[in-house]
């Protein structure tokens, strides 16, 4: 073993100058070290902010060459012309790498996220009815009731002596929770009101490996195949269970459902992503379980790193604070606000809350794209050209790692200004770019028509930037974009109307003073005083903030 490291190191470390290098208008960031490139430097920063500098410092027409563990070459691809040709006209030319089944696969199945060709363009098919634009307005009356129980219950808990700060994480963590097990099959897992129940524990070990697991986990991302394999990575014991678990978790309800089905046929099926997907009969009972803990994972882990760096944000400015409030309570009837001094929602028994109240809530939407801009949940993600090809001309052998970057590319100083790295949820507004929360994916690649009105929302965006396809690559572009991007607009939207109606927040601790970015301490990265922790997404780990009730007039 200790050979065939030493023999692919020295090879690697060797091989400076091949593939695209040299190539005209691909950009070479300056320094790196001869053995590792410019690993030191990635690894020393929070996930993507090495790439975003790049994009805004380098010389380029579209592409960035840089190297990291052992000279590994990689292709940060940036430009509208070179992103079109990734992910619309070759899209299964550059597939996801192998790296990625073997560890992530793990964890949230080898469902759609990991399908190819055919078989993505099958299975993205049968389940896009779950994710429609009618199925995306149906679910907000549930988005709008978890979020007035974690406000609730929040308001229940810093009413107690010594409750005053809070852990953010931990609370939207178990909010996210219980909305992605009722959207996936309609099971309501309670973790906000039981934060100790099996399937809490179970996401917690999945999602907070120990320090030895995150590093042997992060090697397998810059070693070959061969190379990683002979590495002893092991999943601990209590990993293992808890991804077992919540697998049989999934099984179980798709047991449950086809057994539903077979007893009372006639019945309507459920508004929820396993019923639709059954009902496609496209799909196995694994390929169901793979559907399953795909959407669970992704759909839970990410919607609660965008709210965790909302909140973050609603800290740093307190005016955003209050210009949300005021939005919120003019365009929200009262009686859907939880009330402080009756038991129960207002929904349940004054009407239905409908997702046009929260559409109309123009900043708010403005802030939501804000923050997915500037804080995208997935900070970028890989592909490998599967056979000998080319972008923008350049010759890309088989084998070339392509890096996506939407935290690069959202920053992009050429697009959005010279305040491109800016916090400015007003940029929206000023480009009339501001979507419903239920808007679906308006990309390109786009399988569903869209109505007129949403249309023209789409067609003043692209008139003010020219590049705006590639302006916003939080959830990609093309046949490869993330299917859930309304569904995660709409349930983000209802999350923080319901939080900033309810509490006036602030840092528990000056996070602006604390560690910053590119300090390491103990192996952590921290971006403006936050320790950023990288796991399925990237998001605040420290983040711990003191919450009053707002007054209300």
């Not at 190297?67 to 006209?89: C, H, K, P, Y």
């Not at 400015?317 to 919120?328: A, G, K, S, V």
Request: glycine share 8%.
């Amino acid at each position: 073993m200790t050979l065939s490291v030493l023999t692919f190191c020295l090879l690697h470390a060797a091989n400076l100058a091949r593939n695209s290098g040299g190539a005209p208008g691909v950009g070479i960031p300056s320094g790196g070290s001869f053995f590792m490139g410019n690993f030191f430097r990635i690894i020393r920063e929070p996930i993507g902010q090495p790439l975003r500098r790049w994009n805004n410092e380098v010389p380029h027409q579209g592409m960035i060459r840089y190297l990291d563990f052992f000279n590994r070459e990689r292709l940060l691809v940036l430009g509208s012309r070179a992103l079109t040709e990734v992910l619309i006209q070759k899209p299964y030319d550059f597939t996801k790498p192998p790296q990625f089944a073997r560890g992530i696969g793990n964890i949230l199945g080898v469902g759609l996220f990991f399908a190819e060709g055919d078989e993505h363009k099958r299975q993205r098919k049968s389940l896009l009815p779950a994710f429609s634009y009618r199925c995306v307005k149906d679910f907000s009356p549930m988005f709008w009731s978890k979020s007035q129980e974690l406000v609730h219950s929040l308001g229940h808990h810093i009413s107690m002596p010594g409750n005053e700060d809070i852990d953010v994480d931990d609370w939207v963590s178990r909010a996210t929770l219980d909305v992605i097990g009722l959207a996936t099959f309609g099971n309501d897992f309670n973790t906000i009101q039981a934060p100790f129940s099996a399937v809490a524990e179970a996401y917690r070990t999945i999602l907070s490996p120990g320090r030895w697991s995150q590093m042997l986990g992060f090697l397998r991302f810059f070693l070959p195949e061969w190379v990683s394999r002979l590495i002893p990575i092991q999943q601990t014991s209590e990993i293992t269970q808890a991804i077992n678990y919540i697998k049989g978790l999934c099984r179980q309800e798709v047991k449950d459902k086809k057994h539903q089905d077979i007893l009372c046929p006639w019945e309507p099926h459920d508004r929820n992503i396993l019923s639709i997907a059954a009902s496609s009969s496209q799909f196995s009972t694994d390929d169901l379980v793979n559907q399953l803990m795909t959407f669970l994972i992704a759909g839970h882990e990410t919607i609660t790193a965008a709210m965790g760096w909302s909140i973050y944000e609603f800290c740093r400015d307190p005016e955003i604070q209050q210009r949300l409030r005021t939005e919120i309570r003019t365009h929200i009837p009262s009686q859907h606000f939880y009330s402080t001094t009756t038991e129960g929602f207002g929904v349940r028994g004054e009407g239905k809350f409908e997702a046009r109240f929260i559409d109309r809530c123009t900043y708010l939407h403005a802030f939501c794209s804000e923050i997915l801009r500037l804080y995208p949940p997935i900070p970028l993600t890989m592909r490998v050209a599967t056979h000998d090809t080319s972008i923008m001309g350049t010759f890309i052998p088989k084998g070339t790692t392509i890096i996506l970057a939407p935290w690069a590319t959202n920053a992009s100083i050429a697009i959005w200004g010279e305040d491109a790295h800016l916090f400015k949820p007003e940029r929206w507004l000023n480009t009339k770019n501001t979507l419903p929360s239920s808007l679906p994916d308006s990309t390109p690649g786009l399988e569903e028509p869209l109505d007129n009105t949403r249309m023209n929302l789409l067609e003043r965006h692209k008139t003010v930037h020219p590049e705006s396809a590639y302006s916003f690559m939080t959830f990609l572009h093309g046949p490869r974009s993330c299917i859930g991007q309304s569904f995660a607009r709409a349930e983000l939207a209802c999350l923080i109307a319901a939080w900033v109606d309810r509490f006036d927040t602030s840092f528990a601790v000056d996070h602006e003073k604390g560690q910053t970015q590119g300090d390491l301490n103990g192996g952590e990265r921290y971006m403006n005083g936050v320790k950023v922790v990288t796991g399925i997404s990237a998001k605040p780990g420290n983040l711990k903030v003191k919450i009053v009730e707002a007054e209300r007039t």
